[in-house]
């Protein structure tokens, strides 16, 4: 049986039990609202952006990272949904752009953090949309990340497994860019904007096929992230 949990204009979608919709079992409550969330290292609020209606998640400077290197903690940014996912498939537009104090490093990172639970252990795929279009090769084929906290960050992979866990996109800042997580026991796929190939498979998530927990939004030092429509189905 499928579950779904609709958020239009990231609405909060979080009603339970008694509340389910009887068609489809979809529910959803007024958009663009922050009811529901939780919040580690960042900063939210109800937003629009290019026309849109959002929420805009941000990280105070005094937790940005080391600003002389791109070195960042193992530390969870997230503004997420308690909610109990385990398999199933989540959406969600996301638009990133740097802060006027962001660090040299800063590659407007956002995403996705799925299966989060009550020690904020969680796997994750964030973006890198500066890296989307520049000249370096090398860069662009770094415009898209997996991750899973504790314990393994980009800097464990690039040195244990490069080029396992990373892959490029089309994208760029301060544009929406649709992310779609296919998620199947110790597997994850990410579509990027549609596309019919994922731009990214993941065949050994690493907290494992039993894993489960909320969604929610992530970001790293000095990104403005924007976050809409985002929808969850539960298998």
Not at 47 to 59: D, F, P, Q
Not at 163 to 185: F, N, P, T
């Amino acid at each position: 049986m499928n579950f779904r949990w609709i958020i239009p204009c990231v609405a909060v979608m979080f009603l339970m039990g008694a509340n389910m919709a009887q068609a489809g079992n979809e529910n959803s409550i007024p958009e663009h609202s922050l009811m529901g969330f939780k919040f580690s290292n960042v900063l939210a609020k109800e937003a629009t952006y290019k026309g849109a209606k959002c929420i805009e998640v941000t990280m105070p400077a005094e937790l940005y990272q080391d600003p002389q290197k791109e070195a960042l903690t193992d530390r969870p940014n997230l503004a997420w949904l308690p909610i109990d996912f385990h398999n199933g498939a989540i959406e969600c537009d996301v638009a990133a752009v740097l802060a006027s104090d962001a660090p040299g490093y800063a590659r407007g990172f956002i995403g996705i953090g799925f299966r989060i639970d009550s020690r904020l252990h969680f796997e994750g795929i964030y973006l890198r949309p500066a890296n989307g279009r520049v000249d370096d090769q090398v860069r662009r084929n770094h415009s898209i990340q997996y991750f899973s906290l504790p314990g393994y960050d980009f800097y464990r992979f690039r040195k244990e497994s490069p080029e396992m866990y990373e892959s490029y996109a089309d994208i760029g800042l301060g544009e929406w860019i649709h992310m779609k997580i296919e998620v199947r026991q110790s597997k994850a796929k990410l579509y990027v904007n549609g596309m019919k190939q994922p731009s990214l498979v993941v065949n050994d998530l690493k907290l494992g096929p039993d894993q489960r927990g909320g969604v929610g939004f992530w970001l790293e030092s000095g990104t403005i992230g924007y976050f809409r429509n985002l929808k969850v189905t539960k298998e």
